[in-house]
């Protein structure tokens, strides 16, 4: 049972930088891929990006090129850069992890809040 935290998240101007870091209770090294995901109010949980144990990532087209996730396996730590923030960016961001035989594992997620 993967438990995860999640931090970082807060209220920054249009424009502005932040990064979220999820820190996962065991070894991330031997999951499937481990993800970003975020919900507005009124909308439906979305995914923002992933990352694949080999390396891969794959990002949301209204995230691409502003984003960048990465993991660090000794740490056992996801992170999310995230610049140029868009107040369409504003939601709850939850880190996700799945194992070999595809289990969800879900933080408890971390308000980001865009605005001037």
């Known amino acids: 049972q993967v438990q995860l935290v999640e931090s970082g998240g807060g209220l920054v101007q249009p424009g502005g930088s932040l990064r979220l870091s999820c820190a996962a209770s065991?070894?991330?090294?031997?999951?499937?891929?481990m993800g970003w995901y975020r919900q507005a109010p009124g909308k439906e949980r979305e995914l923002v990006a992933h990352?694949?144990?080999?390396?891969?990532?794959t990002y949301s087209d209204s995230v691409k090129g502003r984003f960048t996730v990465s993991r660090d396996n000794a740490k056992n730590t996801l992170y999310l850069q995230m610049n140029s923030l868009k107040p369409e960016d504003t939601a709850v961001y939850y880190c996700?992890?799945?194992?070999?035989?595809?289990?969800?594992?879900w933080g408890q997620g971390t308000q980001v809040t865009v605005s001037s």
């Open positions: 996700n992890a799945r194992d070999t035989m595809f289990k969800d594992y």
């Open positions: 065991e070894s991330i090294f031997s999951l499937f891929a």
């Open positions: 990352i694949f144990s080999g390396g891969t990532t």
